[in-house]
T-cell receptor
């Protein structure tokens, strides 16, 4: 069984649309994350939730809104998509909020292409 | 200066060769260090943690140099399957993981 699963794997959409990416983890972890990997391959954290509570909110446009209905799920909704939103979005989880020796488990990524 | 910097490579090496590369970090208060591996179009996966005294995991050796603020990864006896991008990860004192952009290694037959 996949530990961290996200859907869809590919998302192609027009500028201005609203879309969502879903993420679920079956590891029993308390903390989940959304990362964005752009064309230059930098992985940048966007959000982190611990037990459904937002703990990290980086400088991300407010068109991006995470939602955590329970600690096993962290969805990402994006309004009014822009060309610059095209990237690979990775969901991840860890047992605790990132501490000194925390291993992250990543989902397989969602390739978002905004046309 | 970026928090974590890596030589992007690519490092093209023949099978059986040794390849090594570094990653520098800017925050001297950084506490933890890791190497992740990312295959093309796949998710990153933890390769190994980096301990102060240096550590080995099979053909992989990781070292930390706090004075010069860099970590290194050495791969001995390279296999074709080692071809990947290796991401340096640093946890500074604000506990937010910082990823490098990765070093690409290509092992050829």
């Amino acid at each position: 069984d996949t530990a961290v699963s996200q859907t869809p794997k590919y998302l192609v959409t027009q500028m201005g649309n609203d879309k969502s990416i879903k993420c679920e983890q079956n590891l029993g972890h308390d903390t989940m994350y959304w990362y964005k990997q752009d064309s230059k391959k930098f992985l940048k954290i966007m959000f982190s939730y611990n037990n459904k509570e937002l703990i990290i909110n980086e400088t991300v446009p407010n068109r991006f809104s995470p939602k955590s209905p329970d600690k096993a799920h962290l969805n990402l909704h994006i309004n009014s998509l822009e060309l610059g939103d095209s990237a690979v979005y990775f969901c991840a989880s860890s047992q605790d909020p990132v501490a000194t020796n925390e291993k992250l488990f990543f989902g397989s990524g969602t390739q978002l292409s905004v046309l | 200066r970026k928090e974590v910097e890596q030589d992007p490579g690519p490092f093209n090496v023949p099978e059986g060769a040794t390849v090594a590369f570094n990653c520098t970090y800017s925050n001297s208060a950084s506490q933890s260090f890791f190497w992740y591996r990312q295959d093309c179009r796949k998710e990153p996966k933890l390769l190994m943690s980096v301990y102060s005294s240096g550590n080995e995991d099979g053909r992989f050796t990781a070292q930390l140099n706090r004075a010069s603020q860099y970590i290194s990864l050495l791969i001995r006896d390279s296999k074709l399957s080692d071809s990947a991008t290796y991401l340096c990860v640093v946890i500074p004192n604000d506990y937010k993981l910082s990823f490098g952009a990765g070093t690409t290694v290509t092992v050829r037959a």
